[in-house]
């Protein structure tokens, strides 16, 4: 079997795949580059697997270069392109929101990558931003956006440095503003930085979005409206780069 691993920033992520890239095993742990601890051996134990099992591995992420487990690395942009490609036919752009980056991708052929661009150099429009939001708003980042769905208008945050968002926040919470509606401003907030990255590489319908933030429903529909366009969710969003790298270990494995 063939195993993808990926040292994002937020989470380590594992998926185990066969010679017909069936999903045998998935694996998540909510630590990640520098704290996730030998997750090698954790994956070993919870799965009952020993290593001969595995034929061949490659890691992926952000802390794909400082892990010394695996047969060779791959950068996440392509193992989420290559993921992507086999789990929706047709993409065409994908967006991956994890948690200290943004990325969209412009697909190409089989999941190659024509163009992409990036949000690394601060943490607006990502997950870590989400989380430090949820903080102030009492609530786990996973309940944002039940929270945002039951809102009857968007609170408009005019701060994208998660500093001074935060600031805002509170101001607003002081104000009398509802959680539910500041939620829903958060996330409108997160689909205006994404819009700016699809203009820089949109290749067009058929949209889709992976890493953890695309199980927060209300980003989701807040992208898909500024977007004007339908956004596809695979199942375990989180776990598609991890399934890229699984592809791309097999495929390694078998030369082709
Ligand atoms: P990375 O690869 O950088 O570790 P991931 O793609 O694993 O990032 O996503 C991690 C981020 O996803 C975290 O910042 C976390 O806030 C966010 N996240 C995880 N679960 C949820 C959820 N249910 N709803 C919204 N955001 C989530």
Do not use: W
């Amino acid at each position: 079997m063939y195993l993808g691993i990926d040292i994002g920033s937020a989470a380590s992520k594992m998926v185990l795949v066969n010679e017909k890239l069936e999903v045998k095993y998935r694996y998540i742990k909510n630590l990640g580059v520098g704290v996730s601890g030998d997750i090698l051996n954790d994956f070993y134990k919870e799965s009952g697997l020993l290593k001969p099992d595995i034929k061949y591995s490659v890691a992926t992420g952000y802390g794909r270069l400082m892990f010394d487990g695996a047969d060779a690395e791959i950068t996440e942009i392509s193992c989420h392109a290559k993921g992507v490609s086999h789990l929706v036919k047709g993409a065409k752009t994908l967006l991956d929101i994890g948690g200290q980056d943004a990325k969209v991708t412009e697909l190409g052929p089989e999941g190659s990558v024509e163009n992409f661009a990036m949000n690394d150099k601060c943490a607006a429009g990502t997950g870590r931003f989400l989380e430090l939001m949820s903080h102030v708003l009492g609530c786990k980042v996973h309940e944002l956006s039940d929270l945002a769905q039951q809102s009857d208008k968007a609170v408009h945050i005019s701060n994208t440095c998660t500093v001074f968002a935060e600031s805002e926040v509170i101001s607003r919470l002081a104000a009398g503003e509802s959680k539910t509606n500041i939620a829903r401003g958060l996330h409108a907030s997160i689909a205006n930085k994404i819009i700016g990255l699809v203009k820089r590489a949109d290749g067009g319908p058929l949209y889709v979005m992976t890493g953890g933030v695309a199980q927060n429903k209300d980003v989701v529909s807040e992208i898909s409206k500024a977007l004007g366009q339908k956004i596809l969710v695979p199942d375990h969003p989180q776990m598609v780069g991890a399934y890229g790298a699984a592809i791309f270990a097999r495929n390694r494995s078998m030369n082709c």
